[in-house]
């Protein structure tokens, strides 16, 4: 299951803080600027791959920081920009160590 969140750069240090949990760490998140994957939007996209507990417990520890979970045609435009942007990665990867 995948999640995607918009948040502003005025929160960014309130949501840094709760990503520094060791759950977070544990389930694996990635952070762009939206400018990075095409977004008009000005802020941050957290995007998360997990199973729906996890994905259910990350958003109540982000409650209140004032992050936006993307829904529709705008999450899957994101989902697939940090999906391509991983396999871009692992075949890079692949052409390092291939």
Do not use: H, P, Q, W
């Not at 840094?16 to 544990?26: G, I, P």
């Not at 957290?46 to 507990?53: D, P, T, V």
């Not at 999450?75 to 697939?80: A, G, L, P, R, S």
């Not at 940090?82 to 990867?93: C, I, L, P, Q, T």
Request: glycine fraction near 10%; proline fraction near 0%.
């Amino acid at each position: 299951m995948e999640s995607v969140y918009f948040y502003e750069d005025k929160v960014s240090k309130d949501v840094a803080k709760v990503l520094e949990d060791d759950f977070f760490k544990r389930i694996g998140y990635t952070v762009r600027e939206c400018r990075l994957l095409g977004s008009e939007r000005k802020g941050y996209f957290l995007y998360i791959k997990s199973n729906s507990e996890s994905i259910d417990r990350a958003e109540e520890m982000l409650e209140g920081c004032g992050i936006e979970k993307l829904m529709g045609e705008e999450k899957k435009i994101v989902t697939e920009a940090f999906v391509a942007e991983e396999e871009n990665a692992a075949s890079g990867m692949g052409m390092i160590f291939g």
